[in-house]
């Protein structure tokens, strides 16, 4: 008689393995850098997009959450947050009523003011809520994003916003994801600069303001500077890691990964290629630097290298060993749009199915 399948054979593939013990130690981990460095952490959740992860986090200590869309920050609701930031640049009047709800519900909620061409638009969405609203100036470090590009034009919104009777300067926030390609040598003496430059640019407008950067990529180097220019950090991607921040940045080990894509092998058409069932619509079409879309778990040379919507082509020295049905657990190159492509999450502990948890904000972009 052939012996039952475990719980995680069972699983059909492909599927959105999360770790729940690596969960946990990754957000106890950068909880406890903050604490020890007196700063607040408010996590950006579009990586996980899960009430029960925002949860988790708040009840380790986070000051608040972070979101980038409104209707991400209506969906955490639920987790009893008190504090959000919405970190996008914010424009539609029809988002009035829903700004005006949500800072109802909230004791603090803060929206992001990203350019003087933005703020025109804010500021007629904020005349619309009849409220006043606190704003974080949006200042770019180098990702040439959103965010005032010098000090002269950070001035000038600062004073636009003082003379708007609805809006209110409360901060500042930076999002350093060109830091994923800086090598590790020189990203300490880089990030000493750059919070150099916007201290001092801070203190230009008001010294009294806070400075909230935002990277999973900078976020535990911030805290171990243990700068009293900075007094809150917004990483979104470090609850479970991924290739870019093991790989590209060199932030997190690959055995601190705590989501991964569980795919089956379906077909080797030619030596040195195998298929699997994974494609783009599981793993997005991101890729890293060197163009891998997602990499075996447990370290073998076997690696995504191109996807097609329903199939992955995998290659590397260990692909002609692996045999047709078997299950490869990767870790896919940008976790956050892999989290976005699926309902649901097989919650995992110790090799053990242990839960499913509904991706609460999934497809919440509005
Ligand atoms: C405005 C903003 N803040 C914070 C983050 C979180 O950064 P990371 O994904 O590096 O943790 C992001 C990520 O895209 C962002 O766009």
């Known amino acids: 008689m052939s012996s039952p399948l475990s719980p995680l054979d069972a699983l059909p593939t492909p599927a959105i393995l999360v770790d729940r013990a690596r969960l946990t130690a990754n957000i106890n981990s950068m909880q406890a850098a903050a604490d020890a460095a007196g700063i607040e952490l408010r996590p950006h959740i579009k990586t996980h997009k899960m009430v029960g992860i925002a949860r988790q986090q708040l009840a380790a200590g986070a000051a608040g959450l972070t979101c980038a869309k409104l209707s991400e920050a209506e969906a955490m609701l639920p987790s009893g947050v008190r504090s959000m930031f919405v970190a996008h640049s914010l424009v539609s009047p029809l988002a009035a009523p829903r700004l005006a709800a949500l800072a109802e519900r909230l004791d603090d909620l803060r929206i992001a003011v990203t350019s003087e061409a933005h703020l025109e638009a804010l500021a007629r969405l904020a005349s619309l809520t009849g409220k006043k609203l606190s704003v974080m100036m949006a200042l770019d470090t180098g990702l040439a994003r959103e965010g005032a590009r010098d000090a ?42 750059t919070i150099g430059r916007l201290s001092d640019l801070r203190d230009s407008i008001d010294p009294a303001l806070p400075i909230w950067p935002g990277s999973s990529s900078t976020a535990k180097a911030i805290l171990a500077m243990g700068t009293r220019l900075v007094q809150a950090v917004r990483p979104g991607t470090y609850v ?55 990499r075996a778990a447990d370290g073998r040379d076997v690696a995504v ?62």
């Open 240 to 294: 479970f890691g991924d290739l870019s921040l093991c790989r590209t940045t060199a932030v997190m080990r690959d055995d601190e990964v705590a989501l991964h894509v569980l795919a089956t092998v379906v077909d080797k058409p030619e030596p040195g290629l195998v298929l699997i069932d994974a494609g783009s619509k599981v793993f997005s079409s991101d890729r890293t630097p060197d163009t891998i879309f997602g």
């Open 305 to 366: 290298v191109r996807v097609n919507e329903e199939h992955g082509y995998v290659r590397g020295a260990d692909v002609d060993a692996l045999k047709i049905g078997e299950r490869i657990a990767f870790i896919p190159a940008h976790v956050c749009v892999v989290l976005n492509l699926t309902d649901e999450v097989t919650v995992v502990d110790r090799g053990a199915v242990v839960d499913t948890w509904r991706v609460d904000a999934r497809g919440c972009v509005r």
């Open 152 to 193: 002269a034009s950070a001035g000038r919104i600062a004073a636009q916003v003082a003379r708007s009777p609805h809006l209110a300067l409360r901060g500042f926030y930076t999002h350093e994801g060109q830091y994923y390609g800086v090598p590790p040598a020189e990203r300490a003496a880089k990030l000493v600069e």
